[in-house]
Structures are given as C-alpha cells and as structure tokens.
C-alpha cells in the first residue's frame, strides 16, 4: 500500500485531556487504494472528519489524535501518525497491515528516521487499538 503526502497536515497541540494534537490544516493524500464512489466520514456528532475520491484521501482540518500511542511524538512522524490514527479509528476499505503500510510509506516520504521501528511496533501491537478509537459512520457522497 503506498501514500504520500500531497499537502498539508501542520499539526498543533490542543488542551483536551485525551487527544493532544489538531490537524491545523487540510491533510491530502495520494492513495495507492482507489474507491469507486466517493465516501465521507462522519463523527458520532455528525460532523464530517473526511473524504475520500479516487486516490485522494483529505482529513480535515480540526482532526484530532492523540500522536504515537508507545514512541515518543517527533515532528517529521506525526502526518503518518495521523492518518494511522484515523485509518485505526474508521477500520474499514483498508485492512490494518495496509493501514501500517501506509503509515510506513509516509514516513519513508517524510524521511522520518525511525519509520522501520515504528511500523514493526505497530505490526506487533497494534491489533489492540484496531477500530476501538470511536465511532465512525461512512457514507456514499
């Protein structure tokens, strides 16, 4: 599965006790994956989180996560963090070992030195998070 980052994805931290960092921006990504029809993805609330059209995947600003769940938080590894998190939360159209492999082929393209570290962590362990973060409804557009 590859991604790469086509823009976006500026990160800030937050002051909620659970998620720590806010995409401050749009975060666009190019997908190896191809969905037939466009889907969007809504919180509980209703409020759309993100979109999903050919190749291109855009969570929208205001997402919020809570950065590496057992790494420490490093700049150039919190936009695969992110888009992880999300494809964790949904835990649909991909499996989880494309959802790492994604996480790892953005890593690689923002040269996030620890990526190969990373991806076997989330390997190993990331079974326990896969589609428990919330509730996520998709819906055709």
Excluded: N
């Excluded at 420490?72 to 919190?78: I, L, S, T």
């Amino acid at each position: 599965m590859i991604a790469y980052i086509i823009s976006g994805g500026r990160m800030e931290r937050t002051t909620h006790p659970k998620w720590k960092y806010r995409f401050a921006d749009d975060l666009v990504v190019w997908m190896s994956h191809r969905v037939e029809k466009p889907v969007e993805f809504r919180s509980e609330s209703g409020y759309v989180i993100a979109r999903w059209e050919g190749h291109i995947l855009t969570i929208f600003a205001g997402y919020v996560m809570d950065g590496a769940s057992c790494w420490p938080d490093h700049e150039k590894g919190m936009r695969g963090f992110g888009v992880h998190d999300f494809g964790y939360q949904v835990a649909q159209i991909l499996t989880r070992r494309q959802w790492d492999q994604v996480m790892l082929s953005i890593h690689a393209h923002d040269r996030y030195k620890a990526r190969h570290v990373v991806y076997a962590g989330v390997r190993a362990g990331g079974w326990g998070s896969f589609g428990k973060r919330g509730y996520v409804e998709i819906h055709e557009v």
